[in-house]
């Protein structure tokens, strides 16, 4: 599914066997042009903890929610863009990756009631190269916002 505005949710697939299952997360041939993954990272979330919200300037992230069951929600933070705000339950009753790109607002929250795992490949180095840059992040959630996950 795409979106307007450049976020791109696209629903994952498994194929399974006697062995178990495998999941494609992304493929090259399937990204928007100009977005490539550099790093990756996993995350575990606990029961009812959110992550976010938050924005960044000039990453965008890629999300693969396959496990567990995340509340996901985006908000239009970007100049020039009517607003819109989404909701989604993503996670392994219904595996999505989503593209997040800069200045859209995001958060989840663990919905399940046990620890859960995301991946994300975002198109920058958190902090940058050697980790000598400031980290591009807006934090939502420590400040007043319109942006919450409540």
Request: charged share 25%; with cysteine; aromatic share 12%.
């Amino acid at each position: 599914m795409h979106l307007p505005y450049g976020v791109v949710i696209r629903n994952l697939k498994s194929f399974q066997d006697s062995r178990g299952h495998l999941t494609e997360l992304f493929r090259s041939d399937e990204l928007p042009d100009g977005f490539f993954p550099e790093m990756a990272y996993i995350s575990v979330t606990h029961p009812g903890i959110s992550r976010g919200p938050h924005e960044h300037t000039h990453q965008s992230d890629l999300f693969a929610f396959v496990d567990g069951a995340y509340e996901l929600r985006l908000w239009e933070n970007r100049e020039g863009y009517e607003p819109w705000e989404l909701k989604l339950v993503v996670g392994q009753d219904n595996p999505c990756a989503v593209i997040v790109p800069p200045g859209v607002v995001h958060g989840y929250k663990n919905i399940g009631d046990r620890d859960a795992y995301v991946l994300n490949f975002p198109d920058k180095l958190y902090a940058g190269k050697g980790r000598s840059e400031p980290v591009d992040e807006i934090r939502h959630e420590e400040i007043n916002s319109p942006f919450s996950m409540d």
